[in-house]
């Protein structure tokens, strides 16, 4: 008999833990049964660990709560830390120097060398550590959405965090993807719990994030920040793509015109609205952030998205927002104890929080995320606190490559203590950190691609006018987005031009909606003596980041 308040579905908690417990072995037992002999040869202890490959978004949820102190958010989100590093360690990169690609990479402070002996030891002390561990956890995914250029990456790592962090990221397969998997063409060991021997030839701390090209293997020690592989497999992308496939590879976003199908490859760093401006509505998101232009078109590399969530919301980015929900990972976000609400504006543990969520949950993605026709423009964003580069410029191909080398944009005042005027920031290709071949070779490609295709290249600065940060003002985001919609319309094709000193820009005389004297910087600027000096100190500035790469290019 069953009383008023029972009910005979009822499972008790037991039977249902061994239930799932017994079910979710059975699965992934059967899932990696054809690669025992591989993990076997790499080290693995099969007799103890427990592999979990392609675990479901839900297990992964039940380990990091029940494992690792994660928590699930008011929106389903999972809240999960990343320990001591919360950002990367550029300074702990290292590439593995070796014959087959020692001739190709740009060594230097990006790209530090590390002997294959070295390389070596650190791997075996990752293996050793995933085989202290209780569960294991693999994923197999693809990097590049067009099959033709594609990558197999497998991930290996002891945190139900980091695997549901890159089943976000990379592009996810499907079941029949996943049985004839096959050999990976890149392999992640993530032991990023347990540190390196900072006595180790060539370490300089307890944190080592490797890659050897020869092996097609990375290896991490002593981070746990989940962007780390992220990062990683974009470098190995940066490195194939032109060198294996003939492709450029770039860190930009991407959209496609829902009525004309034209396409737009936006560069930008942080603060300069690459994000903001590549989300439009008339127009499908094919990426925000890594992308290979090929000779068939463009295609994204990733699967998903990793948003920064400082000061976020709905009213800003509503978009962002409304992803975070279940099966997305909220990094180093805070959160209200009682209800589970994550506190966006709150930097206590750091600055740099973070979503990664899969990029069907942004409403207008292009899924797949491909486009089999070619960029009709390419703009480079530049955030510039001088207030002396005018809001858009058209580039010539020569110019293009010119600021394509330099990627330049700039700190404000206020953003770091001591900062008293405005620092420009160089990052070659928009991507310093990430580059592995030398910058010339990635801007020859793109001129040569921009010749090839007649792409249109513009320069936007959503920085100052009228005056440098403290006396001016930023450009209004609704005069940018004018000037953008006029780049698609292919307004600013047929407009009159007139050439800016000192940095040769064609810039245009009228475009509807924005200030006349907006368009030339010097017309706003009161102070017509201040403007020239903060004219010429900027071009110094351009002039002596571009000695870097001048002697090669």
């Known amino acids: 008999m069953v009383l008023p308040h029972q009910t005979p579905y009822v499972t008790p908690h037991i039977l249902h833990r061994n239930y799932a417990q017994a079910h979710d072995n059975e699965c992934n037992n059967n899932l990696i049964g054809r690669d025992l002999e591989y993990f076997s040869q790499a080290g693995f202890d099969m007799d103890r660990i427990q592999l979990k490959r392609n ?5 992964l949820y039940e380990d990091a709560v029940k494992n690792e102190g994660a928590v699930i958010s008011s929106s389903g989100a ?7 590093k919360t950002g990367r360690s550029p300074k702990d990169k290292r590439i593995v120097f070796e014959e087959t690609s020692k001739d190709d990479i740009w060594w230097g402070s990006v790209n530090i060398k590390m002997d294959e002996h070295t390389f070596e030891i650190n791997r075996e002390r990752a293996i050793d550590y995933l085989n202290t561990r209780d569960n294991v956890y693999v994923f197999d995914g693809f990097a590049g959405w067009d099959p033709k250029y594609r990558i197999k990456v497998r991930v290996i790592c002891a945190r139900a965090y980091h ?29 990023g719990q347990f540190p390196a021997n900072r006595f180790t030839k060539g370490m300089s701390s307890t944190t080592s994030v490797e890659i050897n090209f020869k092996r097609m293997e990375m290896v991490i020690l002593g981070t746990e920040y989940a962007g780390e592989m992220k990062k990683g497999v974009f470098s190995v992308m940066h490195y194939l793509q032109p060198v294996k496939f003939g492709q450029l590879s770039l860190h930009s976003s991407a959209n496609v015109g829902i ?9 930008g760093l942080s603060g300069t609205g690459k994000t903001t401006l590549s989300a439009d509505p008339r127009r499908l998101l094919i990426g925000d952030d890594e992308h290979v232009w090929s000779d068939n078109g463009v295609f994204n590399i990733e699967g998903g998205c990793y948003a920064k969530c400082i000061n976020l919301s709905r009213e800003k980015e509503p978009e962002i927002y409304d992803a975070i929900r279940f099966g997305s990972i909220l990094e180093n976000v805070v959160y209200n104890p009682l209800t589970r609400k994550p506190d966006y504006d709150d930097v206590s ?49 020569e110019q293009a490559s010119y600021h394509f080398l330099a990627g330049y944009t700039s700190k404000t005042p206020g953003t770091e203590d001591g900062v008293l005027e405005p620092i420009p920031t160089f990052s070659t290709c928009y991507s310093a950190p990430f580059i592995v071949l030398h910058p010339s070779r990635y801007a020859d490609m793109l001129a040569e691609r921009m010749s090839k295709y007649n792409v249109s290249c513009w320069l936007v600065n959503t920085g100052w006018t009228g005056g440098k940060f403290g006396t001016g003002k930023r450009c209004k985001l609704s005069y940018t987005r004018r000037i953008v919609d006029a780049i698609h319309s292919g307004e600013l094709l047929d407009a009159e031009y007139e050439t800016f000193d000192v940095f040769g820009l064609q810039i245009p005389t009228l475009i509807e909606g924005v200030p006349r004297e907006l368009l030339n910087p010097k017309l706003a600027w009161a102070d017509k003596v201040a403007f020239e000096r903060e004219v010429r100190k900027l071009a110094s500035m351009f002039q002596k980041a571009f000695k870097l790469y001048e002697g090669d290019c």
């Not at 675990?55 to 297990?59: F, R, T, V």
């Not at 890159?166 to 032991?191: H, K, Q, S, W």
């Not at 009525?259 to 936006?266: I, M, N, P, R, S």
């Not at 409403?363 to 606190?385: F, G, H, W």
């Open 259 to 267: 009525e004309k199908g034209d396409v737009t490859l936006f560069f």
């Open 78 to 84: 999972l809240i999960n830390f990343s320990g001591k």
């Open 349 to 397: 543990i750091t600055e740099n929080t973070r979503c990664a969520y899969p990029i069907e949950y942004i409403p207008n993605a292009k899924i797949p995320c491909v486009v089999e026709r070619q960029p009709s423009n390419i703009i480079m964003l530049t955030c510039d606190a001088f207030g002396v580069l005018p809001p858009v410029s058209k580039l010539s191909p």
């Open 55 to 59: 675990a479901s978004p839900a297990q």
């Open 163 to 191: 695997a549901l962090f890159m089943n976000n990221m990379l592009i996810r397969p499907t079941e029949e993807d996943l049985a004839n998997f096959g050999e990976p063409d890149f392999i992640i060991y993530n032991a």
